[in-house]
């Protein structure tokens, strides 16, 4: 069964303060994995997709990254509008096509002005 | 550019009752999807759908009912509703692009259906 695990649950960083999310998964076969934002009372927003380890994607402030195992969300000096809750979802390979995602539970993040 | 609009935005129903959340895009994506979000659980799929008249059922279909007649919607009906589908609700759409490998089959959201059950 494909698994995504986010950690932490929650961090709050003063405003300035870089750090990391970390999504974990076990999966049969990645076909990419995806990073969303979510803000209260929204939809995800999609941030990017990385397909193969070793693969990093900036857009401002955040930078993705991905090995074998394991993705990283980096977020340098961040600012208060960066505070969301960031979801990690995965996309496997299928004969059939399939491109549903499976997420994890998320890591809310709150930036401290 | 719309879109995906989902109606009704919020809605309170009783148990046992029938109720319809309606998901409309305007891309002309084949592949659509209903998830659920849960304190907890995150985001988890009910049912999705690949082409209009093509279903299939996700990680949690019990309770639930989908159509596809028009590649545009992909209405979600709960048949007799229970407090456990309180939730929220989100419809999302992307493009099928089966052979191309890193290609990025983006999903893309609505902005969701709040949905309680008395």
């Known amino acids: 069964e494909d698994q995504v695990t986010q950690s932490p649950e929650a961090l709050r960083l003063q405003e300035g303060e870089s750090s990391s999310l970390n999504c974990s998964y076990t999966v049969s076969g990645l076909r990419g994995l995806f990073w969303y934002r979510q803000d209260p009372g929204k939809g995800p927003e999609f941030l990017f997709t990385l397909y193969s380890a070793g693969e990093e994607k900036e857009k401002e402030r955040l930078k993705a990254t991905l090995t074998k195992k394991e993705s990283f969300l980096h977020i340098t000096a961040p600012k208060p509008e960066d505070s969301a809750t960031y979801l990690c979802a995965v996309q496997v390979l299928s004969n059939f096509g399939n491109e549903k995602l499976t997420f994890g539970t998320g890591t809310r993040l709150t930036i401290i002005p | 550019d719309a879109g995906i609009t989902q109606s009704p935005r919020y809605k309170i129903t009783e148990t046992g009752r029938q109720v319809t959340l309606m998901c409309h895009q305007t891309w002309s994506h084949s592949y659509m999807f209903w998830y659920r979000q849960d304190l907890g659980h995150g985001l988890r799929l009910i049912y999705y759908s690949a082409a209009a008249d093509i279903t299939d059922k996700g990680e949690v279909p019990d309770g639930y009912v989908v159509s596809r007649s028009k590649t545009e919607n992909f209405p979600l009906t709960l048949e007799s509703a229970t407090r456990s589908q309180t939730s929220v609700y989100f419809c999302?759409?992307?493009?099928?692009?089966?052979?191309?490998?890193?290609?990025?089959?983006?999903?893309?959201f609505g902005e969701g259906s709040w949905l309680t059950v008395v």
């Open positions: 999302a759409s992307s493009e099928h692009d089966r052979w191309q490998l890193n290609s990025g089959n983006t999903i893309y």
